[in-house]
């Protein structure tokens, strides 16, 4: 089970930093990712970690801004995000898969219930 927290209302050029604490199995063996979702559009990929940790994803929206992390030792993910803007404005789902990595919508195996991130301009 995952549980996402730390959305909010930020104005633009801001920082949020979002958690998603897993309970259950051990954290270490599997990879995360986080996607958000936009009113009227689809929820898309923004950043994935590998098990290990070695390997990250950014979509090219949230490179240089957005940083995904993980503590095993606290079963919990983060995604922290700085220079916010307007446009990153959706829900955000963190994600968890037992395959190497989260590429797509259809590697996930369990998702976390969604946490609002609005950007005032």
């Known amino acids: 089970q995952l549980q996402a927290s730390g959305g909010g209302l930020v104005q633009a050029g801001g920082s949020l930093r979002l958690s998603c604490a897993a309970s259950?199995?051990?954290?270490?063996?599997?990879?995360m990712g986080w996607f958000r979702q936009a009113p009227g559009k689809e929820r898309e990929l923004v950043a994935s970690i590998t098990g290990s940790g070695r390997s990250t994803y950014y979509a090219d929206s949230v490179k240089d801004r957005f940083t995904i992390s993980r503590d095993d030792a606290k079963n919990t993910g983060y995604l922290q995000m700085n220079r916010l803007k307007p446009e990153d404005t959706a829900v955000y789902y963190c994600?968890?898969?037992?395959?190497?990595?989260?590429?797509?919508?259809?590697?996930?195996?369990?998702w976390g219930q969604g946490t609002q991130v609005t950007v005032s301009s």
């Open positions: 994600a968890a898969t037992y395959s190497l990595t989260i590429t797509t919508m259809r590697s996930v195996d369990y």
């Open positions: 259950g199995r051990s954290f270490s063996t599997y990879a």
